[in-house]
């Protein structure tokens, strides 16, 4: 099967356009004998990296493990990411509220139909290990809610509540082999987030010690856009001080606009960077509250890492989570589809103009075509 499919390893080239005259006397001006001299250790190049392009076809043939013409890997596609509040029993009082069975619904639809969580830390770090074939989603919840996340004390022991969404995705990991609990949450300074047993720090100690996230919607859920340069690193910095000493060594970098707004433009850089108490914080990723702009992973030439789209987990309304799976329903293509390799990036043919390959890092970028 394998023989079928011609593979392309992509390495860049330096094409030289013009051909070595063989019949330069060597009395020829010192220009053109330094000519020469370029263009002989361009053919050396030339035929060193076409050694090097059947090298790496032959190393990479050998790690190919899946077959490209049934699975058509698209590492380019979109990865969606689902904004989440909290949850209630029934009458959500704004479509931001998900009712118990409505998320348990989402799970169900997204663990039927190809979608795997994958934490936000994997999608930042382009380190994406979801199996062949399937699409990795990242959810997340704001606010610091009771009902994503709390804990109760049973028998001496903390354990979530029953029915929040952290214990709705315990439950439903262990009865889904293959889903893992991932999910990510964003919370304020000012509000007693995860209010219930525990202390702020064993809450998210429980968080990350099982594969959750934890990361800075300001202090107090600020409308960024009306305050000023000092005000917007105090903001970050308190929440993001109140993370790192629950969680020495802890990195947080993802930062989600309260009410989805960002600073006035020329504030915007302190996001990415900024002073409080005396310390630096830094962030790589802004996440608006709504698409947008096209769930891009972090490779694509057109990611914005300070405008990074969600939708927001729930249904009817168009740009909401069950529009989007019903628009990836009726354009497959559109989807992020894994190699099953979190080291290689693999592309189909024809869309290599959208790799930002400065992004890549140590990855092996892979671009493949299948013989029709
Ligand atoms: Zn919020």
Redesign the pocket.
Known sequence: MLKKLVFILFIPLIIIGCSQNKDVSEKENNIIEKEIDILQKDNATEEKNDLLIEEENKKTEEKVEIDYKKIKPNELGHIMIVMY?GLVEDNPPSPYQRTIEDFKKDLEFFYENGYRPISMRDYIDNNISVEAGYTPIVITF??GVSSSFSLVEENGELKPAPNCAVDIMNEFAKTHPGFEARAIFYINGDNDPFKGAGSFKERLEYLINNGYEVAN?TYS?AHLSEIDEEEIQEEIGKVDEMIKEALPGYTVDSF?Y??GERPVEELRYLIEKGIYNGKEYNYKIGLREGPSAPFYPIYHIKFDPYNVPRVRGSEGKEGDLWWYLEYYKNHPEYRYISDGNPNRISIPKGYEENIDKNSLGDKELYIYTIEE
């Open positions: 509040h704001d606010d919607h859920h989600s309260p009410f």
